[in-house]
T-cell receptor, first 115, second 112 residues
Framework: AQSVTQLGSHVSVSEGALVLLRCNYS??????LFWYVQYPNQGLQLLLK??????LVKGINGFEAEFKKSETSFHLTKPSAHMSDAAEYFC?????????????FGTGTRLKVLA | EAQVTQNPRYLITVTGKKLTVTCSQN?????MSWYRQDPGLGLRQIYY???????DKGDVPEGYKVSRKEKRNFPLILESPSPNQTSLYFC???????????FGEGSWLTVV
């Protein structure tokens, strides 16, 4: 079965430092991959997605992620953290299984940005 | 404005009292689904629907029912709520299964 693993349920970085949130998935074929962000008391908002084509995907708020098939990874990065980036981040995959689509979410990584 | 709307946003109810959480989307999406979010467990899919009158179980369907009589609406029904169904619930939709999924703002449900 498809699975998504996010390493680190909590990550702390200093303001201005690199943000790296890790995501690995299990799939025998390249799935569609997503990163979502959840701010307190809000729903999930799409940051970026990979479907096909260029493996480096740019999203909103300066985030980007690189699809690495050989490593089955889709890590999220941002060169310089801002206080407003503090939120919970979810990696997700969608995969076609028996004619229907399943979305599998990781357990989330809560990002804390230190002043 | 394109959106997924869920109601109620906050609810405290008692064990065994049937309740329905409504979900409506105005994007003409075919795919709709319900998730529950619990600390440390991420989002887990309860039910999903590929189109009108087509629904299927997700990973944690026990204790829930859904219906999809119209394309825009996908209510979640708890026939006899229990305390272990206390959670944050999200409705979501996608144009077609597999693509970007859009979420409602969530419904906090407490069962006492």
């Amino acid at each position: 079965a498809q699975s998504v693993t996010q390493l680190g349920s909590h990550v702390s970085v200093s303001e201005g430092a690199l943000v790296l949130l890790r995501c690995n998935y299990s799939s025998s074929v390249p799935p569609y991959l997503f990163w979502y962000v959840q701010y307190p008391n809000q729903g999930l908002q799409l940051l970026l997605k990979y479907t096909t084509g260029a493996t480096l995907v740019k999203g909103i708020n300066g985030f980007e992620a690189e699809f690495k098939k050989s490593e089955t990874s889709f890590h999220l990065t941002k060169p310089s953290a801002h206080m407003s980036d503090a939120a919970e981040y979810f990696c997700a995959v969608s995969d076609r299984v028996s004619g229907t689509y399943k979305y599998i979410f990781g357990t989330g990584t809560r990002l804390k940005v230190l002043a | 404005e394109a959106q997924v709307t869920q109601n109620p946003r906050y609810l405290i109810t008692v064990t065994g009292k049937k309740l329905t959480v409504t979900c409506s989307q105005n994007m003409n999406h075919e795919y709709m689904s319900w998730y529950r979010q619990d600390p440390g467990l991420g989002l887990r899919q309860i039910y999903y629907s590929m189109n009108v009158e087509v629904t299927d179980k997700g990973d944690v369907p026990e204790g829930y029912k859904v219906s999809r009589k119209e394309k825009r609406n996908f209510p979640l029904i708890l026939e006899s709520p229990s305390p272990n169904q206390t959670s944050l619930y999200f409705c979501a939709s996608s144009l077609k299964g597999g693509g970007t999924i859009y979420f409602g703002e969530g419904s906090w449900l407490t069962v006492v």
